[in-house]
């Protein structure tokens, strides 16, 4: 089936999918572990070698050059969202190719499954105006705040220090780095791919702050 859009160089997207059937992607704490490595070793020209996986260090590992950029993502039980910008021909493609078969193939293999573990095709929306790009920091950093609180944007946060506390503290997401923690994981972003929305910490923290003060009228 062909697409509805094309991806081309220097366009920034939005790419999601989700488990068949909305089942969880991710049962343990390794399965978890295993994506967010495989979102860094996918991105690269490079053979993904799955040997190499387990005991990674991300600044160790050889990925060749790298096939997009990524400004943010985020992992949730059941789908993530991961947001590019391509920067090499057809390597958007690419990318989420060896992410999802590589993925897979762990997966199936480690819980003895077989068939389709993702809902079709990845998904894909061009990002095409600035003000579209600057909302999905938003709303792909936000996404983890819908396990504690389902209705959030539909009726307000009830506890928004508790909101907060728990998005910052979310790990399978690129939240801690905009926010000035140093971790390894910081190594899959390309932030100068993108516009410097958030020159300083403290300005990516009031965005997200405006947004949980969001309430459906």
């Known amino acids: 089936m062909q697409r ?10 939005h ?3 989700r488990g068949v059937e909305k089942r969880n992607i991710f049962l343990k704490e390794k399965d978890w ?5 495989l979102i860094y070793l996918a991105n690269g020209t490079n053979p993904v070698r799955f040997r190499e996986i387990e005991n990674m260090i991300f600044s160790n590992i050889d990925r060749g050059d790298p096939l997009v950029a990524i400004g ?3 992992l949730m039980p ?7 910008k391509e920067i090499t021909e057809n390597g958007l493609s690419r990318f989420m190719e060896k992410l999802n078969t590589g993925y897979s193939m762990y997966f199936n293999k480690k819980y003895e499954r077989v068939g389709p573990l993702f809902q079709g095709r990845f ?7 600035d003000e579209y790009l600057k909302y999905l920091y938003a709303y792909i950093h936000l996404n983890p705040i819908k396990l504690i609180e389902p ?13 907060l506390k728990y998005v910052s503290q979310y790990y399978y997401s690129s939240y801690e780095d905009y926010c000035g923690v140093t971790r390894e994981e910081s190594i899959i972003l390309s932030k100068d791919e993108f516009p410097s929305y ?3 910490d403290h300005d990516f923290k009031t965005y997200i702050n405006d947004w949980l003060t969001f309430k459906k009228e």
């Open 123 to 129: 998904k894909g929306e061009h990002v095409d105006s």
């Open 151 to 163: 209705n959030w944007k539909e009726v307000g946060i009830k506890d928004k220090k508790r909101a």
């Open 72 to 74: 943010a993502y985020v």
């Open 78 to 84: 059941n789908h993530f969202h991961i947001l590019v």
């Open 198 to 200: 958030f020159s300083k």
């Open 15 to 17: 790419l999601y999918n």
């Open 33 to 37: 572990a295993r994506f967010h490595k």
């Open 4 to 13: 509805k859009i094309t991806f081309s160089v220097n366009e920034y997207y």
